[in-house]
């Protein structure tokens, strides 16, 4: 990392820092590479520390950095695509699925929820509780939504009955799924489960999974937005968060 001049920059010197700290992240660092310390980078670039601080702060936003406690500032390995685009697709639990079952209860759906399902007020159904991580970091929560159709799973681990509905998911033709995503912020329980502060930015992808002419189940995805892309398909790769 070399020095450079800030002082005739007219754009603030916090966001001109930023641009070339992630400049050299690119050419310079590997992913899980520790940053040297504020001080020691303060001096290389001839700047306050608390300007210092407001730029690591933004490329930490940005996905580009994170912060660890006991280690340091480290390089932030690449976005995970999450593609959006309305395809044939797979059951949740197909051989290649990257999402893993931590829990299983039976309780009403919310109301956004229930009508997708086609479900009458107060009706119960299977809620699967899964979690995908990246470069051993959380980056998704997801709770899927399935109707309490056939024989209930005796098993008292809720891991085992999610898995068993799973199962019981994939014994039907899967007619196709669509999509939608939106940006929304991170409630108490979803930052809990991804390590983050609630109120922070997170990305909703909801799936509808079609079978029979009807909805058999409805996922509520929840990413980290500092942590992923969206992507349409084999066309993937744009990014709609700035980086």
């Given at each position: 990392m070399?020095?450079?001049q800030?002082?005739?920059?007219?754009?603030?010197?916090?966001?001109?820092?930023?641009?070339?700290?992630?400049?050299?992240l690119?050419?310079e660092?590997?992913?899980?590479?520790?940053?040297?310390n504020?001080?020691?980078?303060?001096?290389?670039?001839?700047?306050?520390?608390a300007?210092?601080?407001?730029?690591?702060?933004?490329?930490?936003f940005?996905?580009?950095?994170?912060?660890?406690?006991?280690?340091?500032?480290?390089?932030?390995?690449?976005?995970?695509?999450?593609?959006?685009?309305?395809?044939?697709g797979?059951?949740?639990?197909?051989?290649?699925?990257?999402?893993?079952?931590?829990?299983?209860?039976?309780?009403?759906?919310?109301?956004?929820?229930?009508?997708?399902?086609?479900?009458?007020?107060g009706?119960?159904?299977?809620?699967?509780?899964r979690?995908?991580?990246?470069?051993?970091?959380?980056?998704?929560?997801?709770?899927?939504?399935?109707?309490?159709?056939?024989?209930?799973?005796g098993?008292?681990?809720g891991?085992?009955?999610?898995?068993?509905?799973?199962r019981?998911?994939?014994?039907?033709?899967?007619?196709?799924?669509?999509?939608?995503v939106?940006?929304?912020?991170?409630?108490?329980?979803?930052?809990r489960?991804?390590?983050?502060?609630?109120?922070?930015?997170?990305?909703?992808?909801?799936?509808?999974?079609?079978?029979?002419?009807?909805?058999?189940a409805?996922?509520v995805?929840?990413?980290?937005?500092?942590?992923?892309?969206?992507?349409?398909?084999?066309?993937?790769?744009?990014?709609?968060?700035?980086?």
């Amino acid at each position: 990392m070399g020095t450079t001049q800030l002082e005739t920059v007219p754009e603030p010197k916090y966001w001109h820092l930023k641009t070339v700290l992630s400049e050299a992240l690119d050419s310079e660092f590997a992913v899980g590479q520790i940053l040297p310390n504020e001080r020691d980078l303060a001096a290389r670039y001839g700047v306050a520390r608390a300007t210092l601080r407001q730029a690591l702060e933004q490329l930490e936003f940005e996905g580009r950095l994170q912060r660890r406690r006991g280690v340091g500032t480290t390089v932030a390995p690449p976005r995970v695509g999450v593609d959006i685009a309305p395809v044939q697709g797979s059951w949740p639990g197909a051989p290649g699925d990257a999402w893993q079952v931590e829990d299983c209860t039976e309780t009403s759906p919310p109301a956004a929820v229930a009508r997708l399902l086609d479900l009458v007020d107060g009706e119960t159904v299977h809620v699967v509780r899964r979690a995908r991580t990246s470069h051993g970091q959380p980056l998704a929560a997801e709770l899927l939504y399935v109707p309490l159709d056939g024989p209930r799973s005796g098993a008292d681990d809720g891991a085992a009955r999610g898995q068993a509905v799973l199962r019981a998911l994939h014994r039907d033709p899967l007619d196709g799924q669509d999509r939608s995503v939106e940006l929304g912020s991170a409630g108490a329980e979803d930052a809990r489960q991804l390590d983050r502060l609630p109120g922070a930015p997170v990305l909703v992808v909801t799936t509808r999974y079609l079978s029979g002419g009807r909805v058999a189940a409805v996922a509520v995805s929840t990413y980290r937005a500092d942590t992923c892309r969206l992507t349409f398909g084999e066309t993937g790769g744009m990014e709609l968060l700035a980086s």
